[in-house]
């Protein structure tokens, strides 16, 4: 079976892109982890593409996923006056 490392390590190679470093592949499953844990399984691979989309490092898109608030599951009352 092929390992994670040389699965990305292919993969990269076939994009044209470099590996990623090992810091890059920490903050990169931090933010999945996050991403998942704030919301359902499924957003730890969209919330990759999204940063990776949006050009941002992923240091940068790590604080911007810490930084929100986990949602609530209430529908949204809209706004009180």
């Known amino acids: 079976m092929t390992t994670a490392e040389e699965w990305v ?3 990269s190679r076939r994009l044209g892109l470099a590996e990623p470093g090992e810091e890059e592949v920490v903050r990169i499953l931090d933010l999945a982890r996050v ?7 499924r957003a730890a ?3 990759c593409w999204l940063a990776a989309t949006a050009g ?8 911007v996923a810490e930084s929100l608030e986990p949602l ?4 949204d009352p809209g706004p009180t006056t």
């Open 9 to 11: 390590a292919g993969f």
């Open 35 to 41: 991403a998942a844990h704030q919301s359902e399984r």
């Open 45 to 47: 691979p969209l919330a």
């Open 56 to 63: 941002l490092s992923p240091e940068e898109a790590l604080g």
């Open 72 to 75: 609530s599951t209430e529908a």
